[in-house]
């Protein structure tokens, strides 16, 4: 990180399909964190639309040349955003995005690989998948964004760490599982999962999950920021709204990689080696099977 | 619980490893009450309207709602048979009390017998059709008030109740939202208490009472506390039938109360279409029942 960053994590309830509604709603939380010294509001996934669309999806769907798009963009003009939404590619697939905005436009927007399409889920069904887990380059420093699913695909974590991520902007939609002990058990797993990349890899991870209602599932919040030891350097409620604003300190980035520099003698050689055996469906060499 | 014959809890089933999950009851009520809050607000409509048997399930389900949407927006309605045994009125109007919400009674018997059903030899049969008939006179008496107050209709079923098929299809099935439809029966009964719902309530015990006497648990030939830990683990845990068995349920009784699920799978879902156009309701037209903005 060239420098330490005030990042504002917004677990909100935008409303299904009302993208002028939800714009209204992001425009006026970035004035206030702008007024407030914050240097990145962050947003969940679809923050822009709502999580259960299905068929709505190709109503909802933007691109540069539609008439909201500048809208979206003006979010960025005084502070940057992390916004999810719904993007319409330029062969007319449609994809669940997120972007990252700075100075009035997009430096970057990444397409959700992994598409939960099982059990309660099936956006599969209404999102065309993306092909690349890249990094960019934010005025403080280096960052991705990865989408909800993809955080229960390790290979997104590492692919971004290992590209020189010092912040993963994890963004979600998730249904709570498990009430149980004042939360949902679902939730606190994601903190599991989100606390070990933080750790593992020596980076910030702020988390901005959502809440509210939508076609039978209650989500479940627990947004929170991780900081590059795993620690729990703030958490918001599992029902509720919050904002939570953390300070991503550049000097507890340095200090956690210089106590843990495993990475730094990362062998990529051997696991690209590994997943191109994979990929060749080639499985492990376990010797002949006992008789 | 005991059904006679037969052991409700078999002795080599440890009953801390077969069993539902306890729930967090405040957090599951403040889940539950939010949700509720929203499916109003989508729906645009003023309150919701409830069916008070003076059984635990409606009882739970009223006291959500009026957490979640003020008691004044709440309508419960009494709606008795004449095999409603009298204490189910007296538990009705103590959760009406409890809860602050205002309770009407429509006696039901009236439609009953201006239905004349006709005669059948099997009086089980038409022990069941009456039982049916009873329910969908509810639900249809249900809908007219939520019509004339600008409400939904809450559903009171459980998720036993709703896998097993011990419902009426069109009848106790019919509300616009299950606030209880993820909570095993005995999860029900055990928030109920936690949420002070009355012990004169909560203790009943399970009964549709489509006729004198009736119990769930008779019906089914099984009681809840077991049937709530052979669906948990065959529907939560993906346990095979034989992996149920193995934990110490005897396996006629794992198979019996499968074969309900089984058997009442139509139940569970809407009206088949035959498809044959492009897009089709049930098969590829997929919208949110909240469908804001342009079509």
Same mark, same amino acid.
């Given at each position: ?31 206030a964190?702008?007024?407030?010294g914050?240097?990145?509001?962050? $947003?969940?996934?679809?923050?822009l ?7 709505l ?10 008439? %909201? ?16 939404? !719904?993007?319409r590619?330029?062969?007319?697939? %449609? ?20 598409? &939960?399409?099982?059990?309660?889920f099936?956006?599969?069904?209404f ?39 010092? !912040?993963? $902007? ?47 599932? !209650? ?18 409620? $599992?029902?509720? &709204? ?22 730094a003698?990362?062998?990529?050689? !051997? ?16 010797? &002949?099977?006992?008789? | ?22 729930? /967090? ?27 008070? #048997? ?18 004044? =927006? ?12 009298a204490?189910?009125?007296? =538990? ?67 998720? #036993? ?10 009848? /106790?099935?019919a ?10 029966? #005995? ?35 099984? #009681?809840?506390?077991? =049937? ?38 139509f ?11 492009a ?17």
């Amino acid at each position: 990180m060239r420098r330490s960053i005030h990042v504002r994590v917004v677990q909100h309830r935008p409303l299904l399909g009302d993208i002028e509604a939800n714009l209204a709603d992001h425009r006026a939380r970035t004035l206030a964190a702008a007024a407030d010294g914050v240097d990145v509001v962050h $947003f969940t996934e679809l923050s822009l639309t709502g999580y259960a669309l299905g068929d709505l999806a190709d109503q909802v769907a933007i691109d540069p040349a539609h008439p %909201l798009w500048p809208e979206v963009c003006a979010l960025s003009e005084e502070i940057d955003v992390v916004v999810g939404f !719904v993007e319409r590619g330029q062969d007319g697939w %449609l994809h669940n995005a997120a972007g990252y905005f700075h100075a009035g436009r997009a430096v970057h927007v990444h397409r959700k690989v992994y598409l &939960p399409t099982y059990g309660a889920f099936d956006e599969g069904r209404f999102f065309s998948p993306g092909n690349r887990f890249d990094v960019f380059e934010a005025p403080w420093g280096r960052a991705a964004l990865v989408i909800c699913e993809e955080l229960w695909h390790p290979s997104a974590a590492h692919a971004a760490t290992m590209q020189g991520a010092e !912040v993963l $902007f994890a963004t979600a939609n998730a249904p709570g599982r498990g009430p149980l002990d004042g939360g949902w058990a679902s939730h606190r797993a994601w903190r599991e999962i989100l606390a070990t990349y933080a750790r593992l890899y020596a980076v910030w991870v702020p988390f901005a999950s959502r809440v509210g209602y939508e076609e039978g599932f !209650v989500f479940g919040g627990a947004s929170a920021v991780f900081a590059p030891d795993g620690s729990l350097a703030g958490g918001a409620d $599992f029902l509720e &709204p919050a904002e939570l604003t953390v300070l991503l300190d550049q000097a507890a980035l340095r200090r956690a990689r210089v106590r843990n520099p495993a990475h730094a003698i990362e062998r990529h050689e !051997v696991l690209i080696a590994a997943l191109e055996r994979a990929r060749a469906g080639a499985g492990p060499d376990l010797g &002949p099977l006992p008789r | 619980m005991t059904v006679a014959g037969r052991p409700a809890t078999p002795p080599t089933a440890p009953a801390a490893v077969l069993a539902p999950p306890p729930l /967090d009851p405040d957090f599951t009520v403040r889940a539950l009450a939010l949700a509720l809050s929203q499916v109003l607000d989508d729906s645009k409509r003023s309150g919701f309207v409830v069916g008070l #048997s003076g059984g635990i399930d409606s009882a739970l389900a009223a006291s959500i709602a009026a957490r979640a949407v003020g008691p004044h =927006a709440v309508r419960a309605f009494f709606l008795p048979a004449p095999t409603t045994p009298a204490e189910s009125g007296v =538990a009705a109007a103590s959760v009406a009390d409890h809860l602050g919400i205002g309770l009407v009674t429509l006696p039901v018997a009236p439609l009953v017998a201006a239905a004349s059903l006709p005669p059948d030899n099997d009086e089980r049969a038409l022990r069941s059709r009456r039982g049916n008939l009873l329910a969908r006179l509810r639900m249809a008496l249900l809908y007219d008030r939520a019509a004339a107050h600008d409400a939904l209709v809450l559903g009171t079923g459980n998720k #036993s109740e709703i896998v097993l098929g011990y419902t009426t299809l069109w009848g /106790d099935m019919a509300a616009d939202c299950w606030p209880l439809g993820d909570l095993y029966k #005995s999860q029900v009964s055990a928030i109920a208490r936690a949420s002070g719902i009355p012990a004169a309530v909560s203790d009943r015990a399970p009964s549709a009472e489509l006729w004198e006497g009736q119990t769930d648990e008779d019906d089914m030939g099984f #009681s809840y506390s077991l =049937a709530d830990r052979v669906l948990y683990y065959f529907i939560d845990e993906r346990y095979h039938p034989d992996e149920i068995a193995a934990t110490g349920v005897p396996r006629p009784l794992v198979d019996r109360i499968l074969e309900r699920v089984r058997t009442h799978a139509f139940k569970r879902r809407l009206p088949q279409v035959p498809k044959l156009s492009a897009r089709t309701v049930g098969h590829d037209f997929h919208h949110p029942r909240a469908w804001r903005g342009p079509a």
